[in-house]
C-alpha cells in the first residue's frame, strides 16, 4: 500500500495523526502530490519535543486545533 493511501485511510479514522520527518523538505522530496495532500492534513514533528508535544496536547489533553479540519 503506498503511503498516501495508508495516510488517508488513518485520517479517516477521525483520530489526531502525526507523521515524523527529519527536515521540512522531505515532504516534497519524498511524496507524490496526493502524498503532499494528505499530509495537510496530519500535524509534523521533526524532533522528540514535538513529538512529546503532540502527544502531551493532542492526544492526551484533547487540544486538537486541526479537528475540524476536512481529511
Known amino acids: 500500500m503506498h ?3 495508508y495516510a488517508k485511510m ?3 479514522a477521525g ?3 502525526c507523521y515524523m520527518l527529519k527536515d521540512s523538505d522531505d515532504i516534497n522530496k519524498m511524496f507524490l502530490s496526493m502524498g503532499q495532500k494528505c499530509l495537510d492534513h496530519y ?3 521533526f524532533n ?3 513529538i512529546c508535544e503532540f502527544i502531551e ?3 492526551l489533553n ?3 486545533p486541526m479537528k475540524n ?3
Open 62 to 64: 484533547d487540544i486538537d
Open 3 to 5: 503511503i498516501s493511501s
Open 15 to 17: 483520530k489526531p495523526c
Open 57 to 59: 496536547n493532542v492526544v
Open 48 to 50: 522528540k519535543e514535538e
Open 10 to 12: 488513518d485520517k479517516l
Open 69 to 71: 479540519q476536512k481529511g
Open 43 to 45: 500535524y509534523k514533528a
